[in-house]
T-cell receptor
Framework: SQTIHQWPATLVQPVGSPLSLECTVE??????LYWYRQAAGRGLQLLFYSVGIGQISSEVPQNLSASRPQDRQFILSSKKLLLSDSGFYLCAWSVRASRFPNTEAFFGQGTRLTVV | DAKTTQPTSMDCAEGRAANLPCNHS???????VYWYRQIHSQGPQYIIHGLKNNETNEMASLIITEDRKSSTLILPHATLRDTAVYYC????????????FGKGTRLHILP
């Protein structure tokens, strides 16, 4: 069966420090991968998505970047964190909808990031 | 932008059916409607999805109008554990395959 791992669960970082959040998927190949952010009391904002290794699409200009060095690994990074980067970060995966539209997305348990 | 609109919040008495509406008037013919819910501080959980026929599973029922411009998620016997934010999304089938969430409906189950 497929599983998604996201870590760490919580993180407190000072302003100006770097960030690296990692997400890995097991039990599938060539998944679509997604990073979302949820500010306190707000909805899910799509940050980045990837349909293949090295293929990253950004939805919102911001202080963050994403990379996909391996098929089932998706990394969210920042060189210098801002206070506004605080939030709940979620990774998700799905199979390609254009080929399999009848399947859902699966989410990790999230990382709660507090920038102080 | 999200292709769906939902009420911001709803209340439902415990034990009653919760009916959550969603408008998706610009949906394309081959796009599916998906419902997820997010309990506080957790990742979204898949509930159900459909194309044009009504669907039912162990969690909920999904009623899609004939013109597919709206749908209703039905939780037949709501419990306190169903208190969550419910998201209705339309799955795009383009090559980019984005999954965009709207603001969802915050459902409060009242004891």
């Amino acid at each position: 069966s497929q599983t998604i791992h996201q870590w760490p669960a919580t993180l407190v970082q000072p302003v100006g420090s770097p960030l690296s959040l990692e997400c890995t998927v097991e039990g599938t190949s060539n998944p679509n991968l997604y990073w979302y952010r949820q500010a306190a009391g707000r909805g899910l904002q799509l940050l980045f998505y990837s349909v293949g290794i090295g293929q990253i699409s950004s939805e919102v200009p911001q202080n963050l970047s994403a990379s996909r060095p391996q098929d089932r690994q998706f990394i969210l990074s920042s060189k210098k964190l801002l206070l506004s980067d605080s939030g709940f970060y979620l990774c998700a995966w799905s199979v390609r909808a254009s080929r399999f539209p009848n399947t859902e997305a699966f989410f990790g348990q999230g990382t709660r990031l507090t920038v102080v | 932008d999200a292709k769906t609109t939902q009420p911001t919040s709803m209340d439902c008495a415990e034990g009653r059916a919760a009916n959550l509406p969603c408008n998706h008037s610009t949906i394309s013919g081959n796009e599916y409607v998906y419902w997820y819910r997010q309990i506080h501080s957790q990742g979204p959980q898949y509930i159900i999805h459909g194309l044009k026929n009504n669907e039912t599973n162990e969690m909920a029922s999904l009623i899609i109008t004939e013109d597919r411009k709206s749908s209703t998620l039905i939780l037949p016997h709501a419990t306190l554990r169903d208190t969550a934010v419910y998201y209705c999304i339309v799955r795009t089938l383009n090559r980019d395959d984005k999954i965009i969430f709207g603001k969802g409906t915050r459902l409060h189950i009242l004891p």
